[in-house]
């Protein structure tokens, strides 16, 4: 990622952080009275939140490209039933602890126990789904000879010629690599 892209992208964040925390989304009463169905402020933010996307991606559609990561590209991929399960235990989730990851984050960056405690266990899930994660069929096709889970330990992915015999790789390839590491 070059010098411009990290500094978009930690510009975003901080923006958004701000927001949602600005937002009251960081307050467990704000998403509480909203899951109740008592408030419909958050939803009202989720409504203009999906406008501002909608209308962000037809901005890059009519470009073909974003600024700093080339061509533009959504995959589409159907719905399987272990995403109808990972939603489920997402909603459950969210219903019981009053936060989602970005509202957890809010919630411990300001403070709040709850919201440190849901990303200590989102992390424990994620670590034990690593655990569990079949290597076939799921996930992003990793290219022959490069390293990552299937040797055993985790490997930082170095840029195009850093390494013997990266300079070789064409563009799809290091895109591949990138987003599999």
Do not use: K
Not at 45 to 52: D, G, Y
Not at 96 to 118: K, N
């Amino acid at each position: 990622m070059n010098r411009g892209a990290r500094l978009s992208t930690a510009a975003v964040g901080l923006a958004f952080g701000f927001l949602l925390t600005s937002s009251g989304f960081g307050n467990y009463a704000t998403i509480h009275q909203a899951l109740l169905l008592r408030s419909g402020y958050v939803y009202a933010v989720f409504a203009s939140a999906a406008a501002v996307s909608a209308a962000g991606l037809a901005l890059l559609r009519r470009a073909g490209a974003t600024a700093f990561g080339g061509p533009l590209r959504l995959p589409h991929h159907p719905a399987r039933r272990r995403h109808v399960y990972g939603a489920a235990v997402f909603g459950a989730g969210f219903g019981i602890s009053g936060a989602c990851p970005a509202s957890a984050v809010a919630m411990a960056a300001t403070g709040g126990m709850g919201g440190l405690l849901v990303l200590t266990g989102m992390v424990g899930g994620l670590w034990l789904r690593g655990l569990t994660e079949p290597e076939t069929g799921r996930g992003p096709a990793r290219p022959p000879g490069l390293p990552g889970r299937d040797s055993g330990r985790p490997t930082a992915c170095p840029a195009a010629g850093d390494a013997p015999g990266h300079a070789a790789l064409d563009g799809a390839t290091q895109e591949a690599r990138h987003a599999t590491n």
